[in-house]
C-alpha cells in the first residue's frame, strides 16, 4: 500500500493569469496521509514537487498533440500548462517498472477557484443553473492516460484516489470537461450527443450552455459510434451530462460537460472506492 499525501500549493502573493511557475505552486504545512489502493504495476500519489507537475505536463502535451491534434499556448516547448495549474493538486500514476509518469488528473478545490476566479469550466459554459444551486463542487481537468498504459488499471487507481481526496475534504459533487476528439469533423461528438439527450442529462435545473456551440444540426452521424473510454467511465458511475458540446478549436475537441453527485453514485462503484 502507499500513501496519498494531502497538501495544497498556492502562494496568495501571486495572483497572475500567465503561465504558473514553481513560485506560485509552493507547499503548506503537509497535510495528513490516508492509504490509496494500488497494484503491483502502478501506484497512485498527489504530485509533491515541481518537477512532478512538470512531468504530468509533458504527458498532457504528448497526449493531447499527438491525439486531438491540440495547438498548445503554453510559454515552454513539450509542455501543456495554463494559469490553473498552480492552483490545482495532480494525481499521478507512476509505473512501477519504469516510475514514469503514465496517468495524471489534476483537481481543484472550489476555494481554489474563488481565489483564481473561475473554474476552467467557465471558460467554456455558461453554468449560472449550477453556480446558484451548488457551491460544493471540486473540477477535474487534464485527464490523460499515456497511450501503452490504458488497461483500465490506472484510471481506477485514479479514481480511488479521487474518491478518496473527496472524502477528505468533505465535497460531494464533481465537474469536469469530457473531450471527443474533432478529427472527424464532429460526426463522433454529434452522434454521441443524440444518445446523450435521451438518456444522460442533468435535471434541467442544472443545464450549462456551450459558449461556442457547435454546430449539431450541420453534422453527419454514425450509428456506430464509440463513446470514448474515460465518459463512459464516468456515465458508469452515474455523472450525468450537463448539455450540448462546447467547441474548442484550441484542443480540436467537443467538450462535454459531466457533473458527478458522489452521493448518487453506483453503489457497485462506491463499496469499491470505500464511499460506504
Not at 261 to 273: C, G, S, T, W
Request: charged share 25%.
Amino acid at each position: 500500500m502507499s500513501e496519498l499525501t494531502i497538501a495544497r500549493y498556492f502562494d496568495a502573493r501571486e495572483t497572475t493569469h500567465d503561465a504558473p511557475t514553481e513560485a506560485v505552486w509552493t507547499a503548506q504545512p503537509q497535510r495528513p496521509h490516508f492509504p490509496v489502493s494500488e497494484g503491483a504495476a502502478y501506484q497512485v500519489s498527489l504530485a509533491d514537487a515541481w518537477d512532478e507537475v512538470r512531468e504530468a505536463q509533458r504527458l498532457r502535451f504528448q497526449v493531447f498533440e499527438s491525439e486531438y491534434g491540440a495547438v498548445m499556448s503554453g510559454g515552454t516547448q513539450g509542455i501543456d500548462d495554463d494559469e490553473f495549474d498552480a492552483y490545482c493538486d495532480h494525481l499521478i500514476v507512476r509505473c512501477a517498472q519504469t516510475q514514469d509518469i503514465v496517468g495524471t488528473y489534476r483537481v481543484l478545490l472550489p476555494e481554489q477557484a474563488k481565489r483564481i476566479g473561475r473554474y476552467y469550466s467557465q471558460g467554456e459554459f455558461f453554468m449560472p443553473r449550477i453556480e446558484r444551486q451548488l457551491s460544493d463542487v471540486v473540477e477535474l481537468g487534464r485527464s490523460c492516460v499515456h497511450v501503452d498504459h490504458r488497461n483500465g488499471a490506472v484510471i481506477m487507481l485514479l479514481w480511488s484516489a479521487i474518491a478518496r481526496y473527496m472524502r477528505h475534504h468533505g465535497h460531494r459533487y464533481l465537474i469536469g470537461c469530457a473531450s471527443v476528439s474533432m478529427r472527424d469533423g464532429g460526426i463522433q461528438a454529434a452522434s454521441l450527443w443524440d444518445q446523450f439527450k435521451s438518456s444522460c442529462l442533468v435535471d434541467p435545473m442544472l443545464e450549462a450552455f456551450p459558449k461556442n456551440r457547435l454546430q449539431l444540426d450541420e453534422i453527419s452521424r454514425s450509428e456506430h459510434v464509440v463513446v470514448p473510454p474515460l465518459i463512459r467511465g464516468y456515465l458508469r458511475l452515474g455523472a450525468k451530462v450537463c448539455g450540448e458540446p462546447n467547441w474548442d478549436p484550441d484542443f480540436n475537441t467537443a467538450d462535454f460537460l459531466m457533473l458527478m453527485d458522489l452521493e448518487q453514485i453506483d453503489p457497485r462503484y462506491a463499496r469499491h472506492f470505500g464511499l460506504v
